[in-house]
Structures are given as C-alpha cells and as structure tokens.
Nanobody
Framework: QVQLVESGGGLVQAGGSLRLFCAASGRTSSSYVMGWFRQAPGKERAIVAA????????YYADSVKGRFTIYRDNAKNTVDLQMNSRKPENTAVYYC?????????????????WGQGTQVTVSS
C-alpha cells in the first residue's frame, strides 16, 4: 500500500502562482508513475500532468502546457506541481496519484493509489 498526502492548495488570484506538494509513504517505490489530476464541480476527474518513474518523461494536458510543471524527488518520495498563470477555470480539487506500472500512464483507471485531494480556488 502507498499513502499519498497532498498539500499546498488554497485561494489564488487569476494570473498568480501556486505550488502543490504530494508526499508518499508506505510501500513506496521509485518505479511508480506519478500523476496530478483535478476534478471541478460537476465534471469528471482528468489528468493534469504525469511523470515517469525516473522523471525523464512528462505529460501535460493541453490546457496547462507552458504554465504547469511537474517535479519528482525519488529520494524524498515527493511529487510537486508548480502552477503559474492560474485561470478561474482551474478551480478544482487536485489529486496526487500513483500507478504501479513500468509503462507511462495518463488515464484515471490506470492509477492504483490516490490522495485525499486539495482544493484550489482561483478568483477572477
């Protein structure tokens, strides 16, 4: 089992920046693919960004390319999401997730472990 705990959410003005943090504990492994997802009210959970086990490959949803950056530190078992130039439509609950896979994963059902989520609200 892997436990994931997110932090760093809050209220930010449009155009501002925010960094989310995810700490992993339990049966951690540097072979996990890690991802950040978000779910806005009334919408399905969707991928924001993902990073391979080594950190050498990343994926970003089209809507966040150039504004968000995902980082991982396998020595510390952390995965961060730096979010710049926030937009009101980015308001959502953000989730950290881990996929126990050797292959790169970006779909919700492919992830095995989830954090409890952290609320991010962007005011206009």
């Amino acid at each position: 089992q892997v436990q994931l705990v997110e932090s760093g959410g809050g209220l930010v003005q449009a155009g501002g920046s925010l960094r989310l943090f995810c700490a992993a504990s339990g049966r951690t492994s540097s072979s996990y693919v890690m991802g950040w997802f978000r779910q806005a009210p009334g919408k399905e959970r969707a991928i924001v960004a993902a990073i391979s086990s080594s950190g050498g490959r990343t994926y970003y949803a089209d809507s966040v390319k150039g504004r968000f950056t995902i980082y991982r530190d396998n020595a510390k078992n952390t995965v961060d999401l730096q979010m710049n130039s926030r937009k009101p439509e980015n308001t959502a609950v953000y989730y950290c997730a881990a996929a126990e896979s050797s292959y790169f994963r970006i779909a919700v059902p492919e992830y095995d472990y989830w954090g409890q989520g952290t609320q991010v609200t962007v005011s206009s």
